[in-house]
C-alpha cells in the first residue's frame, strides 16, 4: 500500500492555525546577540566556478527497487513482469544507482512476492528516476559571476560544488538538527554516496536575513533514540527547533514520530509543492519544524511557515511581497493536491516582463539561485499554458528586471563568460541565460520573449548553418543574424577511446550507452543528420532518447561512467578531459530582433565579443573559431 501523509492541509490553513497555536501557548520575543558565520551578503570579487558536480554521482530519486530498464520491457496491467532477486536491488532515495541498474522503479508500484520475487505493472524507462550527475550543477559551470552578492542559495550551489570559502539585537536562537547515515560535512572531494550537507547553510542565512540566529547541530545518523536525543538538546538550548529530513516515506524517516513523541504534532503533510512532507508541531511556545530534505523543498517551507513566526516574534506584521503580471515563455504543468511554487527567471522584452520557468526538482538548488520570481499555482489548477499572463512575486527589485538581458536558445558556456564580461563592464547590467536549444530560440524571438537567442542550425541540403532557417520563420523580416563563434562538435567518449569508437555506425554496438541532448537543440538537429546520413535507425542506439540540456551535463555522465558517448563541444570535452572525435565546426551565431539590437544592453554585449578579454577567454576554453564576433552577418 502507498504511504499516506497524516494530513493534506490547505497551506493558509495549516499556517494560520500554527501560529494560533503557538500564541496560545506562549511563542514571544526575548533579546540576544548572533555570532557572524559565512558569506552571506558577500560580494563576489571574481566568477565562481563549481569544482564537482551536484549531485556528484548517480543517484536514486526515490524509494524502491533500482534494475536494469530493459529487464521490464514489455510490462503492462494486464501483463505483468516478474523479475526474480537477482535481478534488482532495494534502494532509498539518494543511494548511489547499482552496478548494472540504469532505473529506479517506486516502492509504491513494486508488489512483492512470498519467494522475494517481484512483480511490476508498468515497464521502466532507462534513466526513470535516478539524479543524474550535475543535474543540479556541473563541475567547470559558472555559479555567480563576479561583483555580485552572494545569496542563501548560492552558498548552498556553492557547498553542493565544493566551493568551500565563503556576517545585533537579540533574536530568536533557531536550532538546526541535520540528520542521514549518507550526510557529510561539505568537502571539495566528496565520495560516491557522501550526501554534502548544506541545507544547513541556506537555511541559517535566511534565519539570518530574517532576523534570526542560527544554531546548527552534529550531524545525526538515522537512529530514532540519537534523533529524539538531538531535539530534546535543541529544545534546551533555542527558542525554535528545525529537524532536517527524515519527514518522507523512507524506510528510516522518524521525524514524525520523534516530533509526536517530545511535543505535539499539529500537521504531516501540507497542501504544496515542494515542500509537502512538512511537519508542524510545538512544545509549549517553542515551534517544533520537521522539513524536508530536499533544498528547494526546504526552502520554501522556511519560508511559508516559518517566516511568519519570525514577523509574528517581533510584532512586524506580515510581510509585503511584490507581485507583476508576466508572460509565460513555456507551458507550466501542475497537479491538482497542491499549491505549487514554480521558480521562474524575469526580463523584460518587448515591452513585457517574460517568465521562464526553471528547474523544478526538489533537489535543484541552482534553481532558486538562479530565480527572479516566484509563480504560484493555486491548488486545483492544473497549470497554465505558454503565453499565459500569470501574477509572479519578484524576488528581485525591479529595476534589475529592467536592466537584465534575456538569452533564451541554445547552450555555450561562452553565455557565461560574456554575462561575466558584461557585468564587469557595466555593473547595472545582467544576463540571464535559459537553455532551450536553438529552435526553442528562434520560438521566443518570434513571440517577442528574448533579447537574444544561441542558434546553429545545420541546413542539410547544403551545410550551411542559420541562414535557411531565419528566412523561413521570420518571412517578414525584422531580425539580424549576428557572428559569434565557429565551434568544435563531435563525439565526446572516454580517454583513450577505450571502445574503439570511430564514427556515429559504432553508437549502435551492443552495450555500448549513449546519452543526448534535448529534441529541438542544434546539436540534436545534427547528430539526427548524421545517422540519416549514414543509415542509421537511432532506435538502434541505447540511450538516444535520454536528454540532457547543456554540453557540459553531457560531458559529466560520461566522465562519470554512466554514458560511453555523447554529441557535443570540444570546450566541455576539454573541460571533463574526455576525448573528442570531431565531426564538424559549425557557426553558433546570435539571432537579435530589430526591436532589441539597438538597446543599450544588447550593444553593449557586442562590444563584448569584440574585445580581447572575450577572445582570451574563449582562447582558454578551447574549441572555438573567431572571425569577426560581434558583426551582423545577415539582416533579414
Same mark, same amino acid.
Given at each position: 500500500?502507498?504511504?499516506?501523509?497524516?494530513?493534506?492541509v490547505?497551506?493558509?490553513?495549516?499556517?494560520?492555525?500554527?501560529?494560533?497555536?503557538?500564541?496560545?501557548?506562549?511563542?514571544? +520575543?526575548?533579546?540576544?546577540? &548572533? $555570532?557572524?558565520? %559565512?558569506?552571506?551578503?558577500?560580494? @563576489? =570579487?571574481? #566568477?565562481?566556478?563549481?569544482? /564537482?558536480?551536484?549531485?556528484?554521482?548517480?543517484?536514486?530519486?526515490?524509494?524502491?527497487?533500482?534494475?536494469?530498464?530493459?529487464?521490464?520491457?514489455?510490462?503492462?496491467?494486464?501483463?505483468?513482469?516478474?523479475?526474480?532477486?537477482?535481478?534488482?536491488?532495494?534502494?532509498?532515495?539518494?543511494?548511489?544507482?547499482?552496478?548494472?541498474?540504469?532505473?529506479?522503479?517506486?516502492?509504491?508500484?513494486?508488489?512483492?512476492?512470498?519467494?522475494?520475487?517481484v512483480?511490476?505493472?508498468?515497464?521502466?524507462?532507462?534513466?526513470?528516476?535516478?539524479?543524474?550527475?550535475?543535474?543540479?550543477?556541473?563541475?567547470?559551470?559558472?555559479?555567480?559571476?563576479?561583483?555580485?552578492?552572494?545569496?542563501?542559495?548560492?552558498?548552498?550551489?556553492?557547498?553542493?560544488?565544493?566551493?568551500?570559502?565563503?556576517?545585533?539585537?537579540?533574536? +530568536?536562537?533557531?536550532?538546526? &538538527? $541535520?540528520t542521514? %547515515?549518507?550526510?557529510?560535512?561539505? @568537502? =571539495?572531494? #566528496?565520495?560516491?554516496?557522501? /550526501?554534502?550537507?548544506?541545507?544547513?547553510?541556506?537555511?541559517?542565512?535566511?534565519?539570518?536575513?530574517?532576523?534570526?540566529?542560527?544554531?546548527?547541530?552534529?550531524?545525526?545518523?538515522?537512529?530514532?533514540?540519537?534523533?529524539?536525543?538531538?531535539?530534546?538538546?535543541?529544545?534546551?538550548?533555542?527558542?525554535?527547533?528545525?529537524?532536517?529530513?527524515?519527514?518522507?516515506?523512507?524506510?528510516?524517516?522518524?521525524?514524525?514520530?520523534?516530533?509526536?513523541?517530545?511535543g505535539?504534532?499539529?500537521?504531516?503533510?501540507?497542501?504544496m509543492?515542494?515542500?509537502?512532507?512538512?511537519?508542524?508541531?510545538?512544545?509549549?511556545?517553542?515551534?517544533?519544524?520537521?522539513?524536508?530534505?530536499?533544498?528547494?523543498?526546504?526552502?520554501?517551507?522556511?519560508?511559508?511557515?516559518?517566516?511568519?513566526?519570525?514577523?509574528?516574534?517581533?510584532?512586524a506584521?506580515?510581510?509585503?511581497?511584490?507581485?507583476?503580471?508576466?508572460?509565460?515563455?513555456?507551458?507550466?504543468?501542475?497537479?491538482?493536491?497542491?499549491?505549487?511554487?514554480?521558480?521562474?527567471?524575469?526580463?523584460?522584452?518587448?515591452?513585457?516582463?517574460?517568465?521562464?520557468?526553471?528547474?523544478?526538482?526538489?533537489?535543484?538548488?541552482?534553481?532558486?539561485?538562479?530565480?527572479?520570481?516566484?509563480?504560484?499555482?493555486?491548488?486545483?489548477?492544473?497549470?497554465?499554458?505558454?503565453?499565459?499572463?500569470?501574477?509572479?512575486?519578484?524576488?528581485?527589485?525591479?529595476?534589475?528586471?529592467?536592466?537584465?538581458?534575456?538569452?533564451?536558445?541554445?547552450?555555450?558556456?561562452?553565455?557565461?563568460?560574456?554575462?561575466?564580461?558584461?557585468?564587469?563592464?557595466?555593473?547595472?547590467?545582467?544576463?540571464?541565460?535559459?537553455?532551450?536549444?536553438?529552435?526553442?530560440?528562434?520560438?521566443?524571438?518570434?513571440r517577442?520573449?528574448?533579447?537574444?537567442?544561441?542558434?546553429?542550425?545545420?541546413?542539410?541540403r547544403?551545410?550551411?548553418?542559420?541562414?535557411?532557417?531565419?528566412?523561413?520563420?521570420?518571412?517578414?523580416?525584422?531580425?539580424?543574424?549576428?557572428?559569434?563563434?565557429?565551434?568544435?562538435?563531435?563525439?565526446?567518449?572516454?580517454?583513450?577511446?577505450?571502445?574503439?569508437?570511430?564514427?556515429?555506425?559504432?553508437?549502435?554496438?551492443?552495450?555500448?550507452r549513449?546519452?543526448?541532448?534535448?529534441?529541438?537543440?542544434?546539436?540534436?538537429?545534427?547528430?539526427?543528420?548524421?545517422?540519416?546520413?549514414?543509415?542509421?535507425?537511432?532506435?538502434?542506439?541505447y540511450?538516444?532518447?535520454?536528454?540532457?540540456?547543456?554540453?557540459?551535463?553531457?560531458?559529466?555522465?560520461?566522465?562519470?561512467?554512466?554514458?560511453?558517448?555523447?554529441?557535443?563541444?570540444?570546450?566541455?570535452?576539454?573541460?571533463?578531459?574526455?576525448?573528442?572525435?570531431?565531426?564538424c565546426?559549425?557557426?553558433?551565431?546570435?539571432?537579435?530582433?530589430?526591436?532589441?539590437f539597438?538597446?543599450?544592453?544588447?550593444?553593449?554585449?557586442?562590444?563584448?565579443?569584440?574585445?580581447?578579454?572575450?577572445?582570451?577567454?574563449?582562447?582558454?576554453?578551447?574549441?572555438?573559431?573567431?572571425?569577426?564576433?560581434g558583426?551582423?552577418?545577415?539582416?533579414?
Amino acid at each position: 500500500m502507498a504511504f499516506q501523509y497524516l494530513t493534506n492541509v490547505p497551506l493558509e490553513r495549516a499556517r494560520r492555525e500554527f501560529r494560533d497555536a503557538l500564541r496560545c501557548a506562549g511563542f514571544g +520575543p526575548e533579546a540576544e546577540t &548572533i $555570532p557572524v558565520r %559565512d558569506a552571506c551578503g558577500r560580494i @563576489t =570579487a571574481e #566568477p565562481v566556478y563549481a569544482r /564537482v558536480c551536484a549531485p556528484h554521482y548517480p543517484a536514486c530519486a526515490m524509494d524502491g527497487i533500482a534494475l536494469e530498464a530493459r529487464a521490464t520491457f514489455g510490462a503492462t496491467e494486464t501483463t505483468p513482469v516478474t523479475l526474480g532477486a537477482e535481478a534488482f536491488t532495494a534502494v532509498d532515495t539518494g543511494d548511489p544507482v547499482p552496478e548494472g541498474c540504469d532505473a529506479v522503479v517506486m516502492a509504491e508500484d513494486v508488489v512483492g512476492q512470498e519467494d522475494g520475487s517481484v512483480r511490476l505493472h508498468a515497464a521502466a524507462v532507462p534513466w526513470q528516476h535516478i539524479r543524474q550527475i550535475g543535474e543540479d550543477i556541473c563541475a567547470g559551470e559558472m555559479i555567480l559571476a563576479s561583483h555580485v552578492e552572494i545569496s542563501p542559495s548560492a552558498m548552498g550551489a556553492m557547498l553542493a560544488a565544493g566551493v568551500l570559502e565563503a556576517a545585533v539585537l537579540r533574536r +530568536p536562537v533557531v536550532g538546526i &538538527i $541535520p540528520t542521514g %547515515d549518507e550526510v557529510v560535512p561539505p @568537502t =571539495a572531494s #566528496p565520495e560516491p554516496g557522501d /550526501v554534502v550537507e548544506f541545507n544547513s547553510a541556506i537555511f541559517s542565512a535566511m534565519l539570518v536575513q530574517w532576523g534570526a540566529e542560527p544554531r546548527t547541530f552534529p550531524i545525526v545518523p538515522d537512529e530514532r533514540a540519537a534523533i529524539r536525543a538531538a531535539v530534546e538538546e535543541a529544545l534546551s538550548q533555542c527558542d525554535m527547533v528545525l529537524l532536517n529530513a527524515g519527514s518522507s516515506a523512507g524506510r528510516e524517516d522518524y521525524s514524525a514520530a520523534v516530533l509526536g513523541e517530545v511535543g505535539e504534532v499539529l500537521f504531516h503533510g501540507i497542501a504544496m509543492k515542494p515542500g509537502k512532507p512538512a511537519i508542524l508541531g510545538h512544545r509549549g511556545g517553542k515551534p517544533l519544524l520537521g522539513v524536508p530534505g530536499y533544498p528547494v523543498s526546504g526552502i520554501l517551507v522556511l519560508t511559508e511557515l516559518l517566516r511568519p513566526l519570525l514577523e509574528d516574534w517581533y510584532q512586524a506584521g506580515a510581510r509585503r511581497d511584490v507581485h507583476r503580471e508576466a508572460v509565460l515563455s513555456r507551458p507550466v504543468v501542475s497537479g491538482l493536491k497542491y499549491q505549487e511554487f514554480v521558480r521562474v527567471r524575469l526580463g523584460r522584452a518587448a515591452g513585457k516582463l517574460i517568465a521562464s520557468p526553471l528547474g523544478r526538482g526538489s533537489g535543484v538548488v541552482s534553481s532558486f539561485m538562479k530565480a527572479d520570481g516566484i509563480l504560484e499555482v493555486p491548488q486545483g489548477v492544473e497549470g497554465y499554458e505558454a503565453g499565459s499572463r500569470v501574477q509572479v512575486r519578484l524576488l528581485r527589485p525591479e529595476e534589475e528586471l529592467a536592466h537584465t538581458l534575456l538569452a533564451i536558445g541554445s547552450h555555450d558556456p561562452l553565455l557565461d563568460e560574456a554575462a561575466d564580461l558584461l557585468h564587469l563592464a557595466d555593473p547595472a547590467l545582467r544576463m540571464s541565460s535559459t537553455h532551450v536549444g536553438s529552435m526553442g530560440g528562434i520560438m521566443a524571438v518570434r513571440r517577442g520573449e528574448t533579447h537574444i537567442a544561441g542558434v546553429h542550425l545545420l541546413d542539410e541540403r547544403d551545410g550551411s548553418y542559420n541562414a535557411s532557417f531565419i528566412r523561413k520563420y521570420f518571412p517578414a523580416g525584422g531580425v539580424r543574424l549576428v557572428e559569434c563563434v565557429g565551434r568544435t562538435q563531435g563525439l565526446m567518449l572516454a580517454p583513450g577511446n577505450p571502445l574503439g569508437v570511430r564514427d556515429v555506425t559504432d553508437l549502435a554496438r551492443p552495450g555500448l550507452r549513449y546519452v543526448n541532448r534535448q529534441r529541438g537543440s542544434g546539436t540534436r538537429i545534427l547528430m539526427d543528420h548524421l545517422c540519416r546520413k549514414a543509415g542509421m535507425d537511432t532506435a538502434a542506439i541505447y540511450g538516444y532518447d535520454r536528454e540532457e540540456f547543456t554540453h557540459t551535463s553531457v560531458a559529466a555522465q560520461i566522465a562519470s561512467g554512466s554514458a560511453d558517448a555523447g554529441m557535443g563541444i570540444y570546450s566541455a570535452a576539454r573541460l571533463y578531459g574526455l576525448d573528442l572525435l570531431p565531426v564538424c565546426t559549425e557557426q553558433y551565431d546570435l539571432l537579435i530582433p530589430d526591436g532589441a539590437f539597438e538597446t543599450p544592453m544588447v550593444q553593449r554585449l557586442l562590444e563584448v565579443l569584440r574585445g580581447g578579454a572575450f577572445r582570451l577567454r574563449l582562447e582558454k576554453l578551447g574549441g572555438y573559431r573567431l572571425d569577426a564576433p560581434g558583426t551582423v552577418r545577415e539582416r533579414f
